[in-house]
């Protein structure tokens, strides 16, 4: 399975307009040619601005092209395009691969259930780099000794990916929260975890991690999650 991670920068003040576009007739005509489901849709809350997420999951890469160009072939793609002409400043597209653990693992079987509490959401969205040959080792204890602590105490975790074109050495991973608060108290009682302590030390010696950069995103109207 391929996750197709998609970020549009907009012009000041643009962004309402196409996401108006996109939201009554680029989404319903890309649900309807490109066979492959979508995995949320988010405008950036905190952190770069004027930016819409969102992300794709494919089973068979093959079928993109195919999709693309039903796409760009149906009509309400190209009034979509009218609509939204002019709004864009700056796109990145990069392609990732689903861990393991990731509770993504297949596009025909995605179906988003909400775990989290109330009916608010925020979704932390992490980006991290790291030194090559180092985010192997970084993964296998995050695994071990991280995330089972933070399947204990935060939110929701929705995906967690390597980048398998675009920036490599890379992960993107998203938990879902019921609000910031809920994310902020979350992330102390982790902080203040023995066992999370003990994962920050393992590596902490690795010397694994370059970058961090967080998102704070807020689902759509039409986001499947939400």
Not at 1 to 9: A, D, N, P, S, V
Not at 134 to 140: G, V
Request: proline letters at 6%.
């Amino acid at each position: 399975m391929y996750i197709e991670h998609r970020q549009y920068t907009f012009h000041p003040g643009k962004q309402p307009q196409w996401v108006d576009a996109f939201g009554s007739h680029g989404f319903p005509s890309s649900v309807r040619t490109l066979g492959a489901p979508s995995l949320g849709t988010f405008t950036v809350e905190v952190g770069t601005i004027n930016r819409f997420v969102f992300m794709r999951g494919w089973d068979d890469i093959d079928t993109r092209d195919a999709g693309l160009a039903a796409r760009e072939a149906d009509p309400q793609w190209g009034e979509f395009k009218k609509l939204a002409a002019g709004c864009i400043a700056s796109q990145e597209v990069k392609m990732l691969k689903p861990t393991a653990f990731s509770p993504i693992q297949s596009a025909k079987d995605f179906a988003f259930k909400r775990t989290i509490g109330g009916t608010g959401m925020v979704v932390d969205h992490r980006t991290y780099d790291f030194h090559p040959g180092k985010m192997p080792a970084w993964l296998k204890a995050y695994e071990e000794l991280g995330l089972p602590v933070q399947k204990r105490i935060l939110g929701q975790l929705l995906m967690f990916g390597v980048t398998e074109i675009g920036p490599i050495n890379q992960v993107v991973f998203c938990w879902l929260y019921e609000g910031l608060g809920d994310r902020d108290r979350r992330r102390t009682a982790m902080a203040n975890d023995p066992q999370w302590q003990e994962f920050g030390k393992v590596v902490g010696g690795l010397g694994a991690l370059k970058q961090q950069t967080v998102m704070a995103l807020k689902p759509t109207a039409f986001s499947v999650v939400k």
